[in-house]
């Protein structure tokens, strides 16, 4: 369940053996920006929306406009686990979006944390010589340790299973852009073909297998 990252993380699933005894669906939800803690003038904009009774689609979505379900939850109740992944932005309320997915059913839930941003990487390697995935670490989004350690903190506190996979990706010093003359993203932050394999043997050593075997 996701964004252009949840599908991403689904093709390279699915393309991968190790993970084949799993049906897998892939669920697109792009309005997990709507479960953002709200900042003061998040509130007054709240607040004058209420006065001139004028809706923006969160809002539509998180109050069940006309009683009306806004995704799937037939397709969720019948799966025994939900795998979030996404771009995610700062500050995301995961008891909020949790109560939002378990609305009928205590559904298991995986949190994916946000993927390494950088700038192109196609174009970084077009323009560049040397050790591109050093150089890949220079244009980092740093922003991301922070959604990624509040994330963290989140699913903890809400009793959500996190798998990092930042860290499969990007280490101290360096992040795995290309192997074997591949590149492995096909722009800032989205795997290739070869990244779709390349990762996928990664998130063999992870828990993640593990994790979806246990279902209690």
Request: with cysteine; net charge positive.
């Amino acid at each position: 369940m996701g964004d252009s990252h949840g599908l991403d993380l689904f093709i390279t699933l699915d393309k991968n053996e190790y993970f084949s005894e799993f049906e897998k669906i892939f669920y697109d939800f792009r309005r997990f920006h709507c479960f953002k803690k709200k900042t003061n003038n998040d509130k007054i904009i709240t607040f004058l929306r209420k006065i001139i009774n004028k809706k923006n689609t969160c809002q539509i979505i998180l109050n069940n406009f006309n009683n009306i379900d806004i995704i799937d939850y037939e397709l969720l109740n019948e799966t025994d686990v939900v795998i979030i992944h996404s771009s995610w932005v700062k500050d995301i309320d995961l008891d909020k979006l949790k109560r939002f997915i378990q609305k009928y059913k205590k559904i298991k839930i995986i949190l994916i944390n946000r993927k390494p941003a950088f700038i192109d990487i196609p174009t970084l390697y077009s323009k560049t010589i040397g050790d591109l995935n050093r150089l890949s670490f220079k244009y980092l989004n740093k922003n991301i340790y922070i959604i990624n350690k509040n994330l963290k903190k989140e699913a903890y506190n809400n009793n959500i299973v996190y798998l990092d996979i930042f860290n499969l990706v990007c280490s101290d010093k360096e992040c795995d852009v290309i192997y074997n003359d591949e590149i492995l993203l096909s722009d800032e932050d989205h795997w290739s073909l070869y990244g779709w394999k390349y990762f996928g043997k990664k998130l063999e050593q992870t828990n993640l297998k593990k994790e979806l075997l246990d279902i209690k």
